[in-house]
């Protein structure tokens, strides 16, 4: 036990020691200018999330964001972790650290639940693009749509990968939406950087789009059932993105809203700048009446 203290310590000690020569290169006034916006960022985010009147919580999600403006424009601010703000919204570095993004959700009553977010841009001086939720108008072409100019389908994120396509990097940015009143939507959104700013939807899948059957899809969504859990991952030691097969309980494929996990699992590997679909990840045998299992 006093083993796995003392690890746990040393581990501690060491991401503080990080964090430490992260900051290094913010000067003192700075960091003291970070810490207290910090603490006002704080108690405006409790505000959005828990004000007692909802329909007031959409205001305290715009005062949020432009405090969010007014910290980033310190000098040296994609330095700064935010490690207290980050256990109240979402804040994740791509996987080469060029970027990171802040998001956040908030449900204002009647409404349905509204998404934020913001990349900043990996250099000294302060760059930043605004995403404004699109979601509502692209419920029918979702998985076909490309959303330029600040235009997104808004969602928490919880992984960015990145690959290179084409001769440029795209990144797959792995959300969850669950702003629908009957289901809720696990999204792999592509995204890249041009001159202009981002660009989301790129045709990285290889699956055919049901509205364009000869073009591939430019966004892998995952739609099922508000009241169960979908699982959709990537696997280290499959090399792959994990999800769950989906099926319909009232046998109705047209249904999203009816569709839960069967038990099986699809895939999706990269090779030749796609996302191949890989099906059925694990043998199922189903069983005939009176027939045994085996190993």
Not at 8 to 35: C, H, M, T, Y
Not at 44 to 72: G, H, N, W
Not at 259 to 278: A, T
Request: aromatic letters at 12%; hydrophobic letters at 40%.
């Amino acid at each position: 036990m006093a083993r796995k203290t003392g690890f746990i310590a040393l581990l501690f000690a060491l991401l503080s020691f990080g964090s430490v020569l992260r900051a290094q290169n913010i000067n003192p006034q700075d960091l003291e200018k970070f810490r207290k916006m910090e603490d006002s960022l704080i108690v405006t985010a409790d505000s959005m999330y828990e004000a007692f009147i909802p329909d007031t919580r959409i205001a305290y999600s715009e005062r949020f964001a432009r405090q969010l403006v007014r910290t980033l424009k310190i000098p040296n601010s994609y330095l700064y972790e935010f490690d207290t703000l980050k256990k109240l919204i979402n804040i994740i570095n791509a996987d080469d650290n060029t970027f990171r993004i802040f998001n956040w959700g908030v449900e204002p009553g009647n409404i349905p639940k509204r998404y934020y977010g913001a990349i900043q841009v990996s250099q000294p001086q302060l760059k930043l693009y605004g995403l404004n939720d699109y979601s509502a108008q692209t419920e029918k072409g979702l998985e076909d749509s490309v959303l330029t100019g600040g235009k997104w389908f808004g969602a928490l994120y919880y992984r960015i990968m990145s690959h290179n396509v084409g001769g440029k990097k795209v990144y797959t940015l792995f959300g969850l939406n669950s702003a629908g009143m009957l289901s809720n939507r696990k999204v792999l959104d592509p995204m890249f950087f041009d001159g202009k700013g981002v660009t989301f939807g790129v045709p990285i899948f290889g699956v055919p789009s049901k509205n364009l059957p000869q073009q591939r899809i430019k966004r892998f969504v995952l739609e099922y059932k508000k009241s169960v859990a979908a699982s959709m991952n990537w696997d280290n030691e499959k090399q792959m993105i994990v999800f769950d097969k989906l099926v319909s309980v009232s046998n109705d494929p047209t249904r999203k809203y009816t569709f839960v996990p069967s038990g099986q699992y699809d895939g999706l590997v990269w090779g030749d700048e796609v996302w191949n679909y890989q099906r059925d990840l694990v043998n199922v045998k189903i069983l005939q009446d009176g027939e045994a299992p085996n190993d």
